[in-house]
């Protein structure tokens, strides 16, 4: 079993910065792929980034530039770094974690990104 606890969101004016983490305890050997999903309200989650053992990474489209996920295998800790934060950013951002990356069965909680303009 794998607990994922996020902390780091907070608000921010337009074009600031924040840096989500995500802390992984347990079977953290199991894992293979991570991802920060995020969700606004009203609409559909979507996988913002995603970080795969050996370096491999995903953006969606719109981040692409601005926001940077890595990992730290000796913490066992997930990052999300966001530069450049745009009203459209505010959303409910959550880590998931597993064995691949098709199957993340592992989510933390959230930790809620408000941007003002």
């Known amino acids: 079993e794998v607990q994922l606890v996020e902390s780091g969101g907070g608000s921010v004016q337009a074009g600031g910065s924040l840096r989500l983490s995500c802390a992984a305890s347990?079977?953290?050997?199991?894992?293979?792929?991570w991802a920060w999903y995020r969700q606004a309200p009203g609409k559909q989650r979507e996988r913002v980034a995603r970080?795969?053992?050996?370096?491999?990474?995903y953006y969606l489209e719109s981040v692409q530039g601005r926001f940077t996920i890595s990992h730290d295998y000796a913490e066992n800790t997930l990052y999300l770094q966001m530069n450049g934060l745009k009203p459209e950013d505010t959303a409910m951002y959550s880590c998931?974690?597993?064995?691949?990356?098709?199957?993340?069965?592992?989510w933390g909680q959230g930790t809620q990104v408000t941007v003002s303009s």
């Open positions: 970080f795969r053992r050996g370096g491999h990474t």
């Open positions: 998931a974690a597993g064995p691949n990356c098709g199957d993340f069965n592992y």
């Open positions: 347990g079977s953290t050997y199991s894992l293979y792929c």
